[in-house]
Structure formats: structure tokens, C-alpha cells
């Protein structure tokens, strides 16, 4: 086990904290029509989201998809920002053009969340090979569910990747359920045990609500890529908590409630709370971080609120880099 | 100044645009072998020209047979810092990278509002005319005009060839070029230092007064061949080539039809929402009081491709096709119907 300092370990708690602030007020605003659209929270992932940024190094990269929000703010990307986009707000992280599903912050190393199931995991890939061809020692790791595990493009990904020994780390996000199915109903074996057909590292992390586990393997990933041996995939067991978006309402029971309530009672934020209490923090440090990353979840809806909408003409540019239209 | 095949100057620019800039790759399959020859110079793997012993394995990257992968990897790729050539071979196969191409490469800068720069040029030779049957057959770029985010070179000349692609591959936007194989072969002097044409300016391979020609890839080369049968008879045919389809040299094409009052568009794709049928629209709507005659497109019919030779050389449009258009539309013959 990897000795942490206490620093690392509160910032790890701060960003699962505005992981989970920052989507619970992102569902309230869709509900009360102040984010069009909808969103997809983390909320009940966090563990598995910042085990995994937090092991990146700030010029690592990642790319995402469109459980989206966590992924930046796991990896240092500041609220308001991100919030603006969720609102379509010129100040926006994309100017107000991607939104939710497409959040992107390029001073951290996010290369983009996707609205397409499977498609970003080659940009990670892709990351990865700028770096072994221009011999930085950089590495790529790409986030995707369950659901996007059946994508094709994950297996040419993988095995590209195994032959040339990318830097790059494949991290399934397996929350269970692919919107409202089952993965066990559409996955034959386990998605872990897929690398061993490539001949790569396959890792399944049982206890995805542990952000120390998470830490852990993804860590190991990581060491093994920058000292050129290759990329891993890692699966990481977790839940989501809400809906698959917020403001759906599946008619149909496609998840047990008594499941529902075992997985609550594995709630990340509270299991590594009593972990930091229990090595030496207080519950009053503790309440203290939480009313902070509160406050600045209202200062970035606040900054957000009164940010004005994008011009008209924003929408005619950032097509192509010379010209407003090519035609 | 030497003599160029398309292909050998396709090689050239490659060699040019990896010799100038170190961040320039290539991807795709079979590349290391040079089996298209585009990868050796010109030359064969055994000759000096060869690319992998020039450049390494490290930028000269062949691949699995798995494109949507590849295509995935140059987006990422281009996004954090490398220049990729992608070499897709057949346009056939960009299907199977279709996601990767609409979703990816074309979207991204856009989407992360300017973030990313998408600097990859995506190569693929469009088979047709060579019985290779309908899957190899393809004629796509129209297709991806309809993408915004991508732009589209279809040279018809080596020259034009090794000047546009070299501007491709330094450009920071993402590229699709279109090699039509039955160029392959065509040969004409080439300069041999580096040079760079431009995006969006048409080439008018010929002046004249009564007719505008219009015409795309290696509909070029018929187009030419007609307009010098029909001098003999006394038409004076302007032929003009735009290049590239995004962005399109509009202007070129309505001073050309404001001139001659006659427009012909040819083009070796399907006939629905082609580049000829674009062509016709603009030239319609914007200089619809210059037109003596109406559009005439000569394409592709909505049709797939037969393997047969005898069945096959009937889909697009030939030198005689375009000699008929133009007497029709200079009133030389009766109207009959075409291009269908
Ligand atoms: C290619 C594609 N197919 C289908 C969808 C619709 N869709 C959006 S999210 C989703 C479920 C994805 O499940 P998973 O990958 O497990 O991610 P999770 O939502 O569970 O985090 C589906 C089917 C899509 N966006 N893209
Ligand atoms: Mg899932």
C-alpha cells in the first residue's frame, strides 16, 4: 500500500466532496429548468472518479464521457467554469457550445467528455501515442462505463495500444447498469479478464467505493505506462446513486431497492471520512471541508448565474482555426 | 522541375512534410511495406526511399486492420501535439471509421469551444473504373461535404496533388483527401522544391466564352478532353477545377458562369446531394439572371457499382457525355435526357 500525506488524502476527500456538491446542485438546477438539457451525476462514484484523476500527474491526460462532470473536477478543474457550461454561459469552460455532455478543460489535460457511448476511449489512445512519439512522459487514461465496455472500438483500442505499448490506461466505470440495463444480462465473462486476450494487465477493483483501493491500482497503471511497459485496463465495481439522468424517470423497477440501499450504506464521501477520522482528523476539521467546498459550489453557481449568455456570433466560430466558415 | 506521377507526388509531399516537421506521422495499413506506394518516394521498400528506414517505426506506424481505431488515435493524437497522415486506403473504409470521423475529428474544436486544433489529414483512394466491384468502389466526398468541421481536397493533377496535400498536412484543421486511382499514373512536371497551394481557389485549366465546366477529380481529365474536340467544332469551353470542395472557390465558378451564361458539372459521384447538384444550387441562386441554358450535371447515377467492365464503365461520366452536355446546352442538339 502506497503511503499517502495527509495533505493528498483531505484534497482527495475535498474533490470527491465537489464531485458530490457540485452534481447534487447540478440536479436540482435541472429540475427547476435553470440547466436546459439534463446531466448525468457521479453522485455514489466518486471514489472510483478522483482514485483515478488523482493518480494522474497535472499534465496527464484523460479523456471522458457522459457521466461528465466528475471527471474534470477530479482532475483540478475549477467550478465555475464548468457550472457556466452546464448553464450555457458565455463563460463557460466550451464558450456555452459543448454543455454537459461535452465539458472539456484543456489546462488540466481533459481532452473532452463524450456524448457518443465508446468514442473517446481511441483519444486517450491517440494522447498516448503523442507522447511515445515525441518521447514525453506523459500518460493517457480513458473513462468509460460498463455499457461502453460492448463497444468494438475498446478492443482495437486495447490491442493497438498492447502491441505498441501506449501509455495508456483503460478505466470501465462499472456502475452495473448501462442506462437501465443490466450488465451482467449483456456482458459475457468479465470485462477485466478481456485484457488477458491482449496480453495486458486486466484489473478489477471489487471495492470501487474505496478511493484508496482505486488509488491504488490505477497508480500501479500509471507507473507501468511511464516506465513504457504498456497500458492496463482496470474495472472499477461501483454505483450510481441516481438516475441515469437527472429529471428521467424509467417507469420501469430495472434496479432493486434493496440493492439500492446496500450500495448507499457503502456511500465513498462517508466511508473515507471515518477512515481520515479515524486517522487523526476531527469531525469538526471534517464538517469545516465540507461547509468549504459548499460555499464554493455556490460561488461557481453564483459566478455561473451572472454570467452573461454567449454573443450570437459564437455560434459561427472555433469551427476550423482560419476562418469563421471554410465555404 | 521532373516528371511526377500523382503518386510519386503524393510520396513527395509525405517525404517534404516529414523531413520539415517532426511532430508529421503516418498511420494506417500497410504502410511500413509501401504496398500503395505513397510511403517509398515513389520507390519500392527496398530502395533508399523507403520511409521506415528513413523515418523509424516511431513515425511510420502500420496498424492492425482496425480503422475506426486508427482514426481515433490520429484525432487524439493530433489534439496533444503530433501531425498524423492517415492512410486509409480505400475510401471504401472510411464507413468503419465513420464515428470516429463525423464525431471526433470533425466536432471536437468546435464543441470545446476552440480548445482542440485537429491538425491530421485523412488519405483514401477512390477505386472506381478499376473493376474492383461495389465495395471498393466509392466515390464518398460528397458525404463528408456534408460535415461541417472537415475539409475536402479531390486534386486531379500531381501538381495539385503534392501542392494541397503538403498544405494539408501543415494545416490545423482536419483534411480529407480523395485520390481518384485512375490518376495514379498520370505524369507531368513537378516542381521539386517544396510549395504550397491553397485551400479554396479553384484552377481553371482552360479558358473560354461559351461554356463553364465544372468538373471534379478525375472528371478533370475528361472534361479536358472534350473541351478540345469542342474547339475544333467552334465551342469555347472554360474548364475549371475547383480543388477543393471545402472550402469551395465559389467565386471562380459564378464569374466563370456570369461569363459564359452555360454551366455543365461533372463528377464521378452518386447523382443525390453531390457536389455537382451543390455546385448547381449556388450557381442557381446567385447568378440565375446569367444562365442561357439550364444546369446540366453529369454524375453517377443513384446506382451501385458492377464488377463487370461491361457494365461498369457506363456509370461515369465520359468524354463523350460531356461533348453531348455541351452541344445541348449551347443549343447544338435537341434536348434529351441525361445523366440518369
Ligand atoms: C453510441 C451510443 N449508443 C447509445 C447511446 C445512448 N446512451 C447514452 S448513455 C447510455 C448508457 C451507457 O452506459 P455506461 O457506458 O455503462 O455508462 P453509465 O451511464 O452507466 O455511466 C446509452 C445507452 C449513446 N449516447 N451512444
Ligand atoms: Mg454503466
Redesign the interface.
Known amino acids: 500500500m502506497v503511503t499517502l500525506t495527509d495533505e493528498f488524502m483531505l484534497e482527495m476527500q475535498r474533490r470527491m466532496l465537489r464531485i458530490r456538491a457540485f452534481d447534487e446542485r447540478a440536479s436540482k438546477m435541472v429540475k427547476r429548468g435553470h440547466i436546459p438539457g439534463t446531466v448525468h451525476t457521479s453522485i455514489g462514484q466518486e471514489a472510483q472518479v478522483v482514485g483515478a484523476t488523482m493518480a494522474l500527474g497535472d499534465n496527464d491526460?484523460m479523456?471522458g464521457n457522459h457521466r461528465s462532470h466528475g471527471h474534470p473536477i477530479g482532475k483540478g478543474s475549477p467550478l465555475g467554469p464548468l457550472m457556466a457550461e452546464l448553464q450555457g454561459k458565455g463563460t463557460?469552460?466550451?464558450?456555452?457550445?459543448?454543455g454537459s455532455l461535452?465539458l472539456?478543460?484543456?489546462n488540466v489535460g481533459s481532452?473532452?467528455e463524450?456524448g457518443?457511448v465508446g468514442?473517446?476511449?481511441?483519444?486517450?489512445?491517440?494522447?498516448?501515442?503523442?507522447?511515445?512519439?515525441?518521447g514525453r512522459d506523459t500518460v493517457?487514461l480513458a473513462f468509460f462505463g460498463d455499457g461502453a465496455a460492448n463497444q468494438?472500438?475498446l478492443y482495437?483500442?486495447m490491442?493497438?495500444s498492447g502491441?505498441?505499448k501506449l501509455p495508456v490506461i483503460f478505466l470501465c466505470e462499472n456502475n452495473q447498469y448501462a442506462l437501465s440495463t443490466p450488465a451482467h444480462t449483456v456482458t459475457s465473462g468479465v470485462i477485466a479478464d478481456r485484457a488477458a486476450g491482449f496480453g495486458i494487465p486486466g484489473v478489477r477493483v471489487e471495492d470501487g467505493q474505496d478511493v484508496l483501493a482505486v488509488y491504488a491500482a490505477v497508480s500501479e497503471a500509471v507507473a507501468r505506462a511511464r516506465r513504457g511497459e504498456g497500458p492496463t485496463l482496470i474495472e472499477v465495481v461501483t454505483y450510481r446513486y441516481n438516475e441515469h439522468s437527472e429529471g428521467l424517470r424509467l417507469g420501469t423497477d430495472y434496479r432493486p431497492s434493496d440493492e439500492r440501499e446496500a450500495w448507499l450504506k457503502k456511500d465513498p464521501i462517508v466511508l473515507f471520512r471515518e477512515h481520515l477520522i479515524a486517522n487523526g482528523h476531527t469531525a469538526e476539521a471534517m464538517d469545516a471541508l465540507e461547509a468549504e467546498v459548499l460555499a464554493e459550489v455556490d460561488a461557481a453557481v453564483e459566478f455561473s448565474e451572472n454570467s452573461p449568455w454567449p454573443d450570437a456570433s459564437v455560434g459561427f466560430?472555433?469551427?476550423?482555426?482560419?476562418?469563421e466558415?471554410?465555404? | 522541375m521532373s516528371v511526377m506521377s500523382f503518386l510519386g507526388a503524393i510520396g513527395a509531399a509525405q517525404k517534404e512534410a516529414m523531413d520539415a516537421d517532426?511532430?508529421v506521422?503516418i498511420i494506417g495499413e500497410d504502410v511500413e511495406a509501401n504496398v500503395y506506394g505513397t510511403t517509398g518516394g515513389g520507390k519500392t521498400r527496398q530502395e533508399t526511399g523507403d520511409f521506415v528506414q528513413m523515418y523509424g517505426r516511431?513515425?511510420i506506424?502500420n496498424?492492425?486492420i482496425?480503422e475506426?481505431?486508427?482514426?481515433?488515435?490520429?484525432?487524439?493524437?493530433?489534439?496533444?501535439?503530433?501531425r498524423p497522415i492517415v492512410d486509409l486506403s480505400y475510401s471504401s473504409f472510411l464507413y468503419m471509421a465513420m464515428?470516429?470521423l463525423v464525431?471526433?475529428v470533425a466536432k471536437?474544436?468546435?464543441?470545446?469551444?476552440?480548445?482542440?486544433?485537429m491538425p491530421a489529414v485523412f488519405r483514401s483512394a477512390m477505386f472506381y473504373g478499376l473493376n474492383t466491384g461495389a465495395h471498393h468502389s466509392d466515390r464518398p466526398y460528397p458525404m463528408f461535404m456534408n460535415v461541417?468541421?472537415l475539409?475536402i481536397m479531390v486534386p486531379s493533377t500531381p501538381s495539385d496533388a503534392k501542392g494541397l496535400l503538403r498544405t494539408a498536412i501543415d494545416?490545423?484543421?482536419p483534411v480529407l483527401t480523395f485520390e481518384a486511382c485512375i490518376l495514379w499514373g498520370l505524369k507531368e512536371e513537378v516542381n521539386d522544391d517544396e510549395f504550397w497551394l491553397p485551400?479554396?481557389v479553384a484552377r481553371t485549366h482552360r479558358e473560354g466564352t461559351d461554356v463553364t465546366i465544372v468538373a471534379i477529380s478525375s472528371s478533370v481529365q475528361e472534361a479536358l478532353a472534350a473541351a478540345a474536340e469542342l474547339e475544333a467544332e467552334g465551342v469555347s469551353v472554360e474548364v475549371i477545377d475547383p480543388r477543393t470542395l471545402?472550402?469551395?472557390d465559389?467565386q471562380a465558378i459564378l464569374n466563370s458562369v456570369a461569363k459564359t451564361g452555360r454551366l455543365v458539372v461533372v463528377e464521378p459521384a452518386h447523382r443525390t446531394c453531390g457536389a455537382a447538384g451543390e455546385i448547381s444550387a449556388i450557381v442557381a441562386e446567385e447568378v440565375f439572371d446569367s444562365l442561357k441554358a439550364p444546369i446540366v450535371r453529369l454524375t453517377a447515377p443513384d446506382m451501385q457499382i458492377p464488377f463487370s467492365p461491361a457494365l461498369e464503365k457506363q456509370m461515369y461520366p465520359s468524354k463523350d457525355g460531356i461533348v453531348d452536355a455541351v452541344r445541348r446546352v449551347t443549343g447544338q442538339a435537341r434536348l434529351v435526357a441525361v445523366g440518369e
Open positions: 491526460y479523456s463557460g469552460v466550451c464558450k456555452g457550445k459543448g461535452h472539456a478543460d484543456f481532452l473532452g463524450s457518443i468514442s473517446s476511449i481511441p483519444i486517450a489512445m491517440g494522447a498516448a501515442l503523442s507522447s511515445q512519439v515525441l493517457a468494438g472500438v482495437e483500442s490491442n493497438m502491441t505498441w466560430d472555433d469551427l476550423y482555426t482560419d476562418s466558415y471554410a465555404a | 517532426d511532430r506521422i516511431n513515425r506506424r496498424t492492425p482496425s475506426e481505431g486508427i482514426v481515433g488515435a490520429a484525432a487524439g493524437a493530433a489534439m496533444t501535439g503530433l464515428d470516429q464525431n471526433q471536437n474544436r468546435y464543441m470545446f469551444g476552440g480548445q482542440a486544433s461541417p468541421g475539409k494545416m490545423d484543421d485551400f479554396g471545402v472550402p469551395l465559389k
